[in-house]
């Protein structure tokens, strides 16, 4: 990956193409992102850009965090995040990364967490069949079935499917496309849905895919 930029969700819509299709789309405020340190081979053993996003003010941060900053010589910010590239030639501290880094056509990888949808059953959550709901099944519709533990093992292995908390995982969608780069409104729309509700931080990387073609 050699460009990244961190962004914040901020729903979806449709737009046009020039043949008149419709292409839904993703609108994503992208940046500005100031470059707050800069992760080399020589010095670190790996290259990367640790990047803010949001600015906020000193009070809010704890003194670690506000020292990075002001070592920087940038405005304090809610996210700090550290984003891996395979060089960072021509990057300088207190730069900003915006969303003129992305062009109409790029292809993307867009991550993020997804929704979180509480305690859910093992219908909404791995998608199982629910019982037949005749004569003589009894008010067990929608439970998971036995556990299939009789004296040996007498417990119920790991990883098997049951209820539980669903959502709230970190998800990377691969391959999107950038449909349109507003450059006046920090904005990136791309084409498709993009993990987590509106209004969360996501962060977006030239595709791998399409550096492998």
Known sequence: MNKAIIGRKAGMTQVFAQDGKMIPVTVVEAGPCPIVQIKTQEADGYTALKLGFDETSEKALNKPELGQFKKAGVKPCKVLKEVRLDKVDGYKVGDFVKA?????????????????????????????????????????????????????????????????????????????????????????????????????????????KQKEN
């Open 100 to 208: 003129d880094v992305f062009a109409a056509g790029d292809r993307v990888d867009v991550a993020g967490v997804s929704k979180g949808h509480g305690f859910t059953g093992v219908i909404k959550r791995w998608n199982q069949q629910r019982l037949k709901e005749t004569h003589g099944v009894g008010p067990v519709h929608r439970e998971p079935g036995s556990m299939g533990s009789i004296s040996d093992p007498s417990r119920v292995f790991k990883h098997k499917h049951l209820a539980g908390q669903y959502g709230v995982e970190n998800v990377t969608v691969q391959n999107l496309e950038i449909v349109r780069v507003d450059i006046g409104r920090n904005a990136l729309l791309i084409k498709g849905a993009i993990p987590g509700p509106r209004g969360s931080v996501v962060t977006i990387f030239n595709s791998v």
